[in-house]
Nanobody, 126 residues
Framework: QLRLVESGGGLVQPGGSLRLSCAAS????????IGWFRQAPGKEREGVSC????????TYPDSVKGRFTISRDNAKNTVYLQMNSLNAEDTAVYYC???????????????????WGQGTQVTVSS
């Protein structure tokens, strides 16, 4: 069974940090670009980061650039999202997703992604 499982979410104070993990089982992530997305209540799902299959290319929207860092460890079949300087607007359910179509420059269209995790809640509040 092909699965992506996110972990590392939780409650954090404004200005704090969290590191999310996305672990794959049933398939290898080596040939997949990985994206992180988030969805807040009443809002559309938005992409917050993408990393190419080799790890050589990453993209971020302006809303998180300089605060979030995506990385991958293909040996562990895991992708990470380091989130720093968190604020209330970062509160959302965070999802990771994998796509075979190469190129983070293609953007964050949900339809590009083949596999999705179940999500992990991140809440930023004092």
């Amino acid at each position: 069974q092909l699965r992506l499982v996110e972990s590392g979410g939780g409650l954090v104070q404004p200005g704090g940090s969290l590191r999310l993990s996305c672990a794959a089982s049933g398939f290898t992530l080596d040939y997949y670009d990985i994206g992180w997305f988030r969805q807040a209540p009443g809002k559309e799902r938005e992409g917050v980061s993408c990393i190419s299959s080799s790890g050589g290319s990453t993209t971020y929207p302006d809303s998180v650039k300089g605060r979030f860092t995506i990385s991958r460890d293909n040996a562990k079949n895991t992708v990470y999202l380091q989130m720093n300087s968190l604020n209330a607007e970062d509160t959302a359910v965070y999802y990771c997703a994998a796509k075979r179509i190469a190129g983070c420059s293609l953007g964050y269209a949900v339809s590009l992604y083949n596999y999705w995790g179940q999500g992990t809640q991140v809440t930023v509040s004092s």
